[in-house]
Every structure is written in C-alpha cells, then in structure tokens.
C-alpha cells in the first residue's frame, strides 16, 4: 500500500491557533517596549542615567530572556505548548504590572529581570507549533504573520504612550496591560497542542522524538551543538541575526532620542513614529515572509539570500537618515526603509532555523537563535549605545545619542554579509543532496 505523496496542507484551525499566537505576541511587544514608549518620563521620574536605562532595557531583561529561551525551547520540545505560554504569559503580565508601582532602578530592574523570564517562552513554543501547523513551503508566510506581533506591539506601545499616557500616567499604563494579559493567559489552556511532526515527511526525525522526551539536558546540548557544527547555513544565519539585531538594542533610546536631540514631542511621536513603525514594519513582516517563500521557489540561495539582498539595498538610507533633520524628505525615507528591512527579518530566518532543524530539536534551536540575537545583539546594542552617549555628553560631543545611535547602525552593516554566506552554504547542501540521490 503506497502513501499519498501530495504535500501536508494547513487546516483552518491552524489559521485560527496562529491569529491567536499573532495577538499574543502583539500584547508581548506592548509589554516589552512601553519602557521604551515612556522612557523620557521614567527616566525622569526614577532619577535614571542612559547607561542605567541602557541596563533596563539591554541586558537585565535580554539576559534572562536569551538563557532562559534556551530551557524554555528544550521545554517546548517535551510539553504542551499553549499551556507553556500560558504559564509565561501570567509571568510577565504579573510582573509588567508589579513596573507600574516601581519607585527605584533596582525595582523596576527585578521586574524586568522575571518579564524576561516570561516572555522566554513564547517565541521557542509558538515557533515550533507554527512548523507542526503549515507545511514547509508556506513557513516563512507564516511566521510572518506571527512576527507581526512585533511592529503592531511596538507601535501600538507608542500610540499607548502618547494617548493614554497623558490621560492615565505610565504607571496606570503598565497595570492595565498586566490585566489583560492574565486574562487572555486562560484561552490557552483550551488549544490543543499541534501534533509534532504532522507537516513532514514521515520518518526517521520525527520518530527520533521519543529519544528526546526520554533524553537527558546533556544529550540535548550535545544535539545541539552537533547540529549547528555540521550546519553552517544554520551558524552563518544565526551570526547575522547577531549584527541585525545591535541597531534593534540601539533602538530602545529612540523615543529619547527623537525628543532629546530631534525636537519631537510625545503626541507627535505616536503620530509620526508609532505610524511608521506601524505601517512599515507591519508591511515588511508580512511581505519579508511572503517574498522569502516566493523567492526560495524561484532562484538559488534560499530565504537567507532575499533577506541579504534586501538590507543590502537599504542600509545607506537607514544611515543616512541620522545626518538630516526631521524637515527633510529623506528624514522619514530612511526611517521607513530602515524599519521595512530590519522587520523582514522574522520570517525568512526563523523559517530557515526551522527547515535547518530537526523536528524534535526545534524549540530548543529557536531558542539558541533567540540567545544569539537577544543576548548578544539586543543586549550589545543598549548597553554600547547607553554607555556611549554618557561618555560623548561627558566629553561635550555634539548629539551625543545621535553618535552612540549611528556606532551601532554603523555594525549592523555586516549582517547582510552574514546571510549571503548563510545563502552559498544552503545552495552547497542542495547540490550534495542533489548528487546523493
């Protein structure tokens, strides 16, 4: 008896599980960025250095986000998923709630430190249920819709801060969002767990599964570093979310530096800023996953190269936008393009760690991807562009922050490099599997 070789296909219930995922990690993006969306007045009202807010914002929440990502993903791997996110999501609901009644840095710190700790678990389960939901031609169309969580939390952050901000205060802010998280924390424990596997093949990876849940944390290190040793594709990829993602830390002093040194204030700020975040990051998450998926159909080199591609002919505009005033056309051209390219990151890179993967270590390799750009890159970001811009004030530079700010842009410029070495050593692994058939 033959098996039906026509390829897996999503359900409708599938599209219903990733719309929710989608609205989680929306209200995940609000509550990780209203401490950037309000960073003028908390600064302010906690007596706060940059470096200090550098701290919050760098590697006191990425630090235990990133490591904690790691033991949240081999989780991932042997548990019920939706409950797993619900168990995070009550974590860092409760503890964005705990930021609104905070009084020092070290307070605000401590909550940071566990919304970290929350928040580690939804990107590894919900990634790795998205590739047990859509088959393998439509992941990058699919984790792009999920990712649009990040520019529509952002930029819904900023419209918070500058609309009830002003009417609530930020303290009432971060209570409010703490609500509503606890609520919607109940509606996972209604959805299934995606069956592990179901869009494979079916054979030898996804009967390794039982080995794993069996398995000890050493052998699934072990695995793991197998794995990205033998997959070059897979460490070239996850290097060059490193360098993309020092801008991404860099733009938590965003909001501060748009009103310290480019004269914008907080309403105008959600009118103009929050808009482009909006419209533009949305556009390039979603349309950054469709194109991938299209041009992986088409042309050699996989999703990674679309993705190289792209930031190749954008980073000048996302530099030189530092140069000009806000009165300038180019001002809000560099803004958008810089926000289309680095937000078209999601889906051809984590569709690409996924299809690089076996099936019963992806939870734990979204994860390790999740250290290598949080950690390192988000974490590098913050703290080099904080520390920065108080030893150029120190030293009476001019636009100290727009300085610090343009250091790590200047770096992120060797991410496209990245994915283009991602891209040859994907095409070397079709042609030898190509000569192995």
Not at 177 to 206: C, N, S
Not at 275 to 299: E, N
Request: net charge positive.
């Amino acid at each position: 008896m033959h098996q039906s070789l026509a390829p897996p296909q999503a359900s409708p219930k599938a599209t219903g599980i990733l719309l929710f995922l989608l609205l989680l990690n929306i209200l995940n993006m609000v509550d990780r960025t209203l401490i950037t969306s309000f960073g003028t007045a908390i600064i302010n009202d906690l007596g706060l250095s940059d470096s200090q807010f550098g701290l919050l914002t760098g590697p006191i929440f990425v630090f235990f986000y990133s490591i904690m990502g790691l033991f949240m993903g081999a989780l991932a791997d042997r548990v019920h998923r939706p409950r797993l996110i619900a168990a995070g999501l009550v974590l860092w609901s409760a503890l964005t709630a705990v930021s609104g009644v905070a009084k020092s840095f070290a307070q605000i710190g401590i909550a940071r430190l566990f919304i970290g700790v929350g928040e580690s678990a939804m990107a590894p389960s919900a990634i790795s249920m998205i590739s047990d939901m859509f088959p393998k031609a439509k992941r990058g169309t699919a984790t792009g819709i999920y990712y649009l969580g990040v520019p529509l939390g952002a930029g819904a952050s900023f419209v918070v801060a500058g609309i009830l901000g002003p009417m609530i205060g930020w303290r009432n802010c971060f209570l409010l969002l703490g609500g509503l998280g606890l609520i919607l924390a109940v509606v996972l424990f209604f959805i299934r767990d995606p069956e592990r596997g179901a869009m494979e093949e079916k054979g030898g990876d996804v009967e390794q599964q039982e080995s794993l849940i069996s398995g000890n944390w050493r052998s699934i290190v072990s695995d793991v570093f197998r794995v990205v040793k033998s997959t070059p594709a897979l460490a070239w990829t996850m290097l060059g979310a490193v360098f993309l993602h020092i801008p991404l830390g860099a733009g938590q002093f965003a909001i501060v530096w748009l009103e310290r040194e480019r004269g914008f204030g907080i309403g105008e700020i959600s009118a103009t800023y929050g808009l482009i975040y909006i419209v533009f990051g949305t556009a390039g998450t979603f349309l950054g996953g469709i194109l991938s998926d299209w041009y992986q159909a088409r042309y050699k080199g996989g999703r990674v190269r679309f993705l190289a591609l792209l930031m190749l002919g954008v980073t000048p505009l996302l530099i030189s936008f530092r140069f000009v005033e806000p009165s300038s056309a180019l001002f809000y051209i560099g803004m958008a393009a810089g926000m289309f390219s680095v937000s078209s990151f999601y889906g051809p890179a984590f569709s690409t760690v996924q299809d690089l993967t076996p099936v019963r270590l992806r939870g734990v390799m979204t994860g390790l991807l999740l250290v290598a750009s949080n950690l390192l890159g988000l974490g590098i970001g913050a703290v080099m562009t904080g520390v920065l811009s108080d030893v150029f004030s120190a030293n009476q530079v001019f636009e100290p922050l727009t300085k610090a700010l343009l250091s790590a842009d200047l770096l992120s410029a060797a991410a496209p490099f990245s994915f283009i070495m991602a891209s040859i050593y994907l095409e070397r692994m079709k042609l030898a599997s190509g000569s192995q058939a």
